[in-house]
């Protein structure tokens, strides 16, 4: 859930609580008497009154509304983060972007030369491209790195996931040595 819809839920919750105090209230009797209930039916009436709780209404339903629509959509999202590894009679197998992260992650942060990295995995035509954003000690040949994690990282991904790799794209953000231990 979004950040936006945080706000939404909470402010739904706040009206919600608010509105159900009041119910409460006027069905204990308590702070309400009678006569101040019809003080505030005769308010009511007013035409600004009118006005505010037919806006506030209005945005307590767009809340609904969004929230609503968030809901459904999520309920389909697992297609939208999984490839299909493999079909059959009985249904499909599916593999999460998520699974394939780690993965890839692991298998990266093992190389002995690779000090950090960050890995996105996307779909293109049923084919994954995956990018991989590592950081390297000084001492690595660059060339050298990039192109065995490639091969390494498209064959790990193919043969343990079952999943054809289009692509694998590594960005070389920084070369930095590993800071020495400190003698005191």
């Not at 009678?34 to 006005?51: D, M």
């Not at 209005?58 to 929230?67: D, E, K, N, Q």
């Not at 093992?110 to 001492?139: D, Q």
Request: charged letters at 15%; glycine letters at 6%; one cysteine or more.
């Amino acid at each position: 859930m979004k950040w936006f819809d945080r706000i939404l839920l909470v402010i739904l919750a706040v009206m919600g609580a608010v509105c159900g105090f009041c119910l409460i209230s006027v069905a204990i009797g308590w702070p309400l008497s009678e006569n101040a209930l019809r003080g505030i039916a005769a308010l009511a009436q007013e035409t600004p009154v009118r006005w505010f709780l037919g806006i506030t209404s209005l945005i307590a339903l767009l809340i609904c509304a969004r929230l609503l629509y968030i809901a459904i959509k999520r309920s389909g999202d697992y297609k939208r983060t999984s490839v299909v590894v493999e079909t059959t009679d009985n249904g499909q197998t599916l593999l999460s972007y998520n699974a394939i992260v780690a993965m890839t992650m692991r298998h990266v942060k093992a190389n002995r030369y690779v000090n950090g990295c960050k890995v996105e995995v996307n779909c293109n035509s049923g084919a994954l491209v995956i990018t991989v954003r590592i950081s390297v000690a000084a001492e690595a040949s660059v060339a050298e790195l990039t192109r065995e994690l490639q091969a390494s990282v498209k064959e790990l991904v193919e043969t343990s996931g079952g999943v054809s790799v289009a692509g694998v794209n590594v960005l070389v953000e920084s070369t930095a040595s590993v800071p020495a231990p400190r003698v005191e």
